[in-house]
C-alpha cells in the first residue's frame, strides 16, 4: 500500500512541473526559435515559487501548532514570487 501511495505522490509531481512549464509559455520559444528560453526557466521557476508559499498557507490552515509561522512564511514567499515577478518583467 505504501509504495503505490509514494508512485501517486511522484505522479502529482511530475503533473505539476509539466503544468507549469506549459503554462509559462513553453511551446513559444520552441516555435519562435529559441529566442526567450530563459523566459521560460524563470517562469516555471516563479511559479514554484509561488506553489510553495501557497503550500505554506496551506500548511497554516491545517497545522494547530505552527500555524503563525506557516502562515508568516507563505506571505513572505508569495511576496518574493511576486518581486520575482515585477523584476524578470521589466517593471522595477
Known amino acids: ?28 520559444p520552441l516555435i519562435e526559435g529559441g529566442a526567450n528560453a530563459n523566459l521560460v526557466v524563470a517562469g516555471v521557476f516563479i511559479l514554484f515559487v509561488g506553489l510553495v508559499g501557497a503550500l505554506c498557507l496551506y500548511k497554516a490552515s491545517t497545522s494547530e501548532k505552527k500555524q503563525r509561522a506557516y502562515l508568516i512564511a507563505g506571505f513572505a514567499i508569495l511576496a518574493v514570487a511576486l518581486f520575482l515577478v515585477f523584476a524578470v518583467s521589466g517593471r522595477l
Open 1 to 28: 500500500m505504501q509504495k503505490s501511495s509514494s508512485i501517486l505522490s511522484g505522479i502529482k509531481y511530475v503533473y505539476l512541473i509539466f503544468f507549469f512549464a506549459l503554462l509559462s509559455g513553453l511551446f513559444y
